[in-house]
Structure formats: C-alpha cells, structure tokens
C-alpha cells in the first residue's frame, strides 16, 4: 500500500490533497503534472477530484490572490504560447549596473536586456542570504511559511510538497534544465528537473581542496575559459543548440557565482576599471542612529586576506574588493552576453522570456560593513529585469515595490498556466502591460539576529517594510515586543544615513508602517483590486 504523503496543494478552483489518503506521492505528482498540463491547454474539467483541505497546513495556508485583481488582466495577442522561459540568476548581485545608474559599471549586456524589457527599480528579496532568497522565489512562499532562514536547511526537507516553479514547468511537458547555482543547496528539488548539471564551482573548488591550494579573496585571471562560470555558461550554450534543434519548450535556469566572493574574474574586467573610477562606499563610518546589531558581517572574513584583520578592514584590501566587485559584475555581464546571442542564434530569442535578477545585494564597506545579512536596501534591494517578447515594450521601467517572491506567479502567468493559489507573491503581468498602474504599497524583508549580538534583548528578528519611500525596520521578539525601529526617508537620505525612528517629525509615519508590518503582505493584495 502506498505511503501515505502530506501538505496540500491548490490550485485555484481546486484542491488536492498530497497525503491522508493512499494516492502515494508518484501518483500525486503525476496529478500535479496533469493537472498542470490541463491549465495550460485549458481544460476546465480535467477529472481530478477535489479533496478536502488540511486547514492546518501551514504550506497552503496563504489566501489566493483578490479576485478581480490581476488574473483578469490577459496577456496581448502577440504573445508567444507556450514560450520558453530563460531564467538568470546572479549571486551577490547589487543594482550595480549602468541602466540602474552606477556611475562607472560597464555592463553592456545586461543594460542592453534591460533596455529591451522592463527594468524593476525597486525589486526587494524575502530575505538577505543565498538559501532563503532562492527558495522564496523558487517555491513562492516566503521565509516564515518555509522556515528557512538560514543556510542549513534544504527545501525538499523543508517544504517537501511544495509545488516549485520547477515542477509546474515540467508537469506542463518542458524540459527543465539547472546549470550553475539554482538553489543553495545543489541537489535541492531534484525531481523538478529534466537536467541538472553538476556545477563547475563545486568541481573545481574540490580538486583545489585536494590539491592544498589555497583560498584567495580576490584575484586577476589570465584565462576567463577556465573559470567555473564560464564553463557553466559554455553548457548552457550547449544545450540551446541542442533546443534550437527540438522545438520542444524548455525552462533553463542559469546560475551565475560571481560577483558573490571570491572575486576572481579576467584580468580583462579588472582592466575595466582602475583605483579613480571604483566609487567610495556610503556612509563609511556607519549609520547614525541604527541598533547595533543592525548589521554584521560573516564570509568577508573568511580569506587569508581578511581573517586576521577582523573587525577592521585595511583600506589596500578594501580597495581591491571593490575593484574586484565591480570587475565581477561586468564578468557576470559578459556571460549574460554570452547566453543572449546564443539564444539569438538558435532563432529562440521571439519565443523566449528572459527573467534576470540579483538574490541579494552586497555591502562593500557601505555602511561601515561588508557582506549582505541584513535589512540595509543595499542588502535587500536587487535588479529585476524581465523580456516577455509580446508583452514587454522596449524602454519600460517602474519604480514601484516588487518582490522576487513575485516572479514564480509572473512567469505561470506569462506562460498560460494557472499556478498554485497558495503562493505568496502576486503577477507582474499587469505591471509588465501598464508600468503606472496601481500596485501594492510595501514589499516585505526579514532577517534575524541571534541573542549574543542584541545587548539583552534575547533573539530578535528584524522585520522590514519597504515602500517608494521608506525602509522601516521593526526588531521584534519571540513574543511580538518591538525593541528597536530603524526608518529611513530614502526621499531625502536614499543612502539610509540617517535612522530617523526617533524624530517626532516621523512619530505618523512609524506607526502606519507599524500597521503594515502587522497586517503583513496578505492585506496588501486588496490594493491590487
């Protein structure tokens, strides 16, 4: 008899449960499949049995979006059926980018993207770190609903029933393709892929290991086709031409290491750029006013560099991480090239929407800090870019909030299916069609803070609330007490200089982001009615 499996999975106008019964798990993903595949050819009545909720599950618990709201919103006639989709994620990724205003980044290719789509400004992530920012976007939910928070925890042993976007991607027949870092953990959601290809990253790290060669924080390389990513990248290509060929659709994600640290890149993307033309970091002597444990750093010190100058970076090292930031971004750039004219070549750019986002930013002494691990827009604030051909109009950009939670709802409904309604994050679709329409208020941020760096305030979690205007951070207890607030104008300070929490002048504006924090994403959907 088949074990019985647990959760449940909805899709919108039913519901099925993945457990209390004998259906067993293969079968249940062989429902989620059909079920999937019926979407998207749009058969109402597919046959599959609505089963009755588990309403204490915490995994389905999330309401589906306002009815009326963006689902009416249909897609133009141009747009391609059954695209495929080219998904492009970069670790450590800032809004470093010339179409995001950098004074100096020479990112052509991924300027060029933008200016072919429509470019996010405000694109906030779930939270500040590798595994819970990617499994946010990749399962739709959000770090609370997941419980991941940190890097130890895997999805499939966390959410083990959740639908990912992977497996609705492939229960509607594409081939889902994974090269290069995806999830934080490589063998994360492994059933949701057609292909996933070990990443050259973890290979060579490997055989450096075994060969007794030695971490480095920072370094110029003579030969960009030995470095992991490129070789990541070079697979990619490879399997296009072979997709040119099929015809079959297809959902490749590509994951690209740099610029998270080490940053190593060619000698050529280091030759870029030179000591006058790396910016200085914001607030180089930290932010007035902010708690202490606001921000912290961790892997920076983790280098034969750094890791006997804690807490105190040496400026000659600071300046060669910055150069060697911003030489990774244009390396990164250059495979984000690499994979357009590929795309471009294999005739598959008219049919292929392209999602390229950063999952988390980075502080590179800004702030007084290095790293990411905190609720500082630098951290939390990301570039989001999308090209949905027929869709996206050339030159398009919108400084409303948006979150990476977002992006799995947008890319079902760009693709014609209708995803799980447990998903916390709401389509871009009608954005991506009227940049100026209304949208909801505030995206949300988290990240947490362990009871040694928080002066007697035991644990804390540092609850963020992000809107055009203001980053409000509440740092709450276990019990819901508030033992700290950040705000910051970004109107007037967009470099968050100054905590304004404790002006009077600002005493209204704390307590309505007050009551957004508390009423939490779930009521900002009734702004998209």
């Not at 067993?24 to 429902?31: I, V």
């Not at 819970?132 to 999805?155: E, H, Q």
């Not at 006058?276 to 750093?297: I, K, M």
Request: with cysteine; net charge negative; glycine share 8%.
């Amino acid at each position: 008899m088949p074990t019985p499996v647990d959760n449940v999975v909805y899709l919108p106008d039913k519901a099925f449960v993945k457990g209390k019964s004998s259906f067993g798990e293969e079968n249940m993903k062989t429902a989620i499949r059909l079920a999937m595949s019926a979407s998207a050819i749009g058969l109402a009545a597919f046959g599959i049995a609505a089963c009755t909720q588990d309403a204490g599950n915490a995994v389905a618990s999330a309401p589906p979006p306002a009815e009326g709201s963006q689902w009416l919103v249909g897609l133009p006639d141009a747009a391609p059926e059954r695209p495929n989709v080219l998904f492009i994620q970069i670790d450590d990724l800032r809004p470093d980018l010339g179409i995001y205003g950098h004074p100096t980044a020479q990112t052509p290719n991924m300027d060029a993207l933008g200016r072919s789509g429509m470019v996010f400004d405000n694109g906030i992530v779930s939270q500040a770190v590798c595994g819970p920012s990617r499994a946010a976007l990749m399962t739709g939910l959000r770090p609370d609903t997941t419980g991941i928070t940190d890097l130890k925890t895997p999805v499939d042993e966390a959410v083990p029933n959740a639908v990912t976007m992977l497996d609705m991607f492939k229960g509607a027949g594409y081939e889902t393709l994974g090269i290069g870092k995806i999830y934080h953990h490589a063998d994360d959601d492994a059933d949701g892929w057609t292909v996933r290809e070990e990443d050259y990253e973890h290979i060579l790290r490997r055989a450096d290991r075994k060969a007794g060669i030695p971490r480095k924080a920072y370094d110029r390389a003579e030969n960009r086709a030995e470095l992991p990513d490129t070789l990541n990248v070079d697979m990619a290509l490879d399997h296009m031409e072979r997709l040119g060929d099929s015809g079959e659709p297809f959902f490749m994600a590509v994951g690209i290491h740099r610029p998270h640290l080490p940053f190593i890149s060619p000698e050529s993307d280091w030759a870029r750029y030179s000591p006058s033309t790396v910016p200085e970091p914001v607030n180089r002597n930290g932010q007035e006013g902010a708690p202490p444990w606001a921000l912290v750093a961790y892997e920076v010190w983790n280098y034969p560099e750094t890791e006997d100058e804690k807490p105190n970076m040496p400026e000659p090292v600071a300046d060669e991480l910055r150069w060697g930031y911003l030489a990774a971004v244009s390396f990164a750039d250059s495979l984000v090239g690499d994979l357009l004219r590929k795309l471009e070549a294999e005739g598959l750019a008219d049919n292929t929407i392209i999602v390229l986002w950063g999952d988390h930013g980075w502080k590179l002494g800004d702030h007084a800090a290095w790293a990411k691990h905190s609720t500082a827009d630098l951290d939390i604030r990301v570039p989001i870019i999308i090209n949905a051909p027929g869709v996206t109009r050339q030159g398009t950009r919108t400084n409303t909030v948006v979150e990476t939670v977002d992006i799995y709802p947008t890319l079902a409904q760009l693709a014609g299916f209708t995803p799980p309604s447990n998903l916390e994050g709401d389509s871009l679709v009608p954005l991506l069609l009227n940049p100026d329409r209304n949208w909801k208020e505030a995206g949300f941020s988290q990240y947490g803070r362990n009871a040694g760096l928080t002066e007697g305030n035991g644990k804390l979690m540092g609850r963020t609330v992000r809107t055009k205007r203001f980053r409000y951070t509440a740092w709450v207890d276990k019990s819901g007490k508030v033992a700290a607030q950040e705000l910051y104008d970004l109107s007037v300070d967009s470099d968050e200089s100054v905590n304004r929490a404790g002006d009077p002048k600002y005493g209204s504006d704390i307590a309505r982001l007050e009551r957004v924090r508390l009423g939490g994403w779930k009521a900002q959907r009734a702004n998209l009615r």
